[in-house]
């Protein structure tokens, strides 16, 4: 089966009734845990931006607590699956100011609990990548929101 493009699924939902709408969000929301997480997002969390912040930045603080340091495979993998769980996060806002919030967050918690993540160069480079990525971001802001964020990722580095 071919999927639709997205012009083709705009065009046809636009002439759906509401009901219909209704229950075609429901039955994608049962089939993959992404889509309701996404559908969560925008119906209740995305008019609060703050709380959603604060939510994800609780969420990656508890995952930091439960990593294995006992080898660096372990702490690799871990936060392999932390940085995901946080891309995914920054997917569903897709502002700019989330993202880099995010990602500094995720960079001082990796920071402060990995211990010596330069003896390992895989953590290192996700460590790097992840600071490129909040340069990246940071340049598409606002330049009075780039000054404060280039501050704090000076602590960073």
Do not use: W
């Not at 089966?1 to 229950?23: G, P, W």
């Amino acid at each position: 089966m071919k999927a639709a493009s997205i012009k083709e699924l705009k065009l046809e939902l636009s002439t759906r009734s509401q009901k219909e709408l209704t229950e075609l969000c429901m039955r994608l929301s049962k089939y993959k845990k992404e889509n309701k997480e996404l559908l969560t997002y925008l119906l209740f969390e995305e008019s609060d931006e703050a709380a959603y912040i604060k939510n994800v930045k609780s969420e990656i603080k508890d995952e930091f607590k439960l990593i294995n340091t006992a080898s660096y495979f372990y702490i690799k993998k871990t936060v392999r699956k932390i940085l995901r769980n946080v891309k995914k996060y920054i997917k569903y806002s897709k502002k700019k100011e989330t993202e880099v919030e995010l990602l500094m967050y995720f960079c001082t918690e990796f920071k402060s609990t990995v211990p010596y993540i330069e003896k390992n160069i895989t953590l290192d480079n996700i460590y790097r990548r992840q600071i490129e990525n909040i340069k990246k971001a940071i340049s598409f802001l606002h330049e009075d929101l780039q000054y404060d964020y280039n501050q704090e990722l000076k602590v960073l580095l």
